[in-house]
């Protein structure tokens, strides 16, 4: 089983339409949990930077981490047009101030529509 | 706001050839790593490194790799003598303990 799988999409959907986005994972030592937003040919910009299970609110993200069933989701309220990415989950068992490597998902290419 | 800067943004180099990556990593950050990208597929992790030396480094990381922070802001990785598989995308990105880990925008390398 890999660490971590992400179904890479793609998505459409219409402008303003509430988007989803999954990761599941393996390794019941993740801890801290990252989605990241990345455009053609550009880096992952970090999106939402959680710790262990609930949830985290920032303006239209919500990103919920539910550990017991090793299932993270972004969800994206309104969505636009220039929110038309791939959207990448990354883990870790460590906070950033421990160095450790990031394990990631494949990224799921999304395409909100006018 | 604060970011990782890297350069150059392509670099197309001949097989056997030495690249070097540069990167700028947020100023106050303590920590800072080197990934890639190969088209297609996932994030790789390469090396961490903090205080001066590797932290962790990955399988991919071999004695064809090293990194090195010249002064106290540069932050390097360089390939040796490249192979046509080191083509990808490699990401600098660095953290600190509360906020996560910033990337920059990459350094897309062509080996031909």
């Known amino acids: 089983q890999k660490e971590v799988e992400q179904d890479p999409g793609p998505l459409s959907v219409p402008e303003g339409a509430i988007v989803s986005l999954n990761c599941t994972y393996s390794n019941s030592a993740f801890q801290y949990f990252m989605w990241y937003r990345q455009y053609s040919r550009k880096g992952p910009e970090l999106l939402m930077y959680t710790y262990s299970s609930g949830n985290k609110e920032d303006g239209r993200f919500t990103a919920q981490v539910d550990k017991s069933s090793k299932y993270i989701s972004l969800f994206i309220r309104d969505s636009q047009p220039s929110d038309s990415a791939t959207y990448l989950c990354?883990?870790?068992?460590?906070?950033?101030?421990?160095?450790?490597?990031?394990?990631w998902g494949l990224g799921t290419s999304l395409a909100v529509n006018p | 706001e604060p970011e990782v800067t890297q350069t150059p943004s392509h670099q197309v180099t001949q097989m056997g050839q030495e690249v070097i990556l540069r990167c700028v990593p947020i100023?106050?950050?303590?920590?800072f790593y080197w990934y890639r990208q190969i088209l297609g597929q996932k994030v790789e992790f390469l090396v961490s490194f903090y205080n001066n030396e590797i932290s962790e480094k990955s399988e991919i990381f071999d004695d064809q790799f090293s990194v090195e922070r010249p002064d106290g802001s540069n932050f390097t990785l360089k390939i040796r003598s490249t192979k046509l598989e080191d083509s990808a995308m490699y990401f600098c990105a660095s953290s600190d303990r509360q906020n996560g880990y910033t990337f920059g925008s990459g350094t897309r390398l062509t080996v031909v």
């Open positions: 990354a883990m870790s068992a460590y906070n950033a101030g421990n160095n450790r490597k990031l394990i």
């Open positions: 100023s106050n950050h303590l920590y």
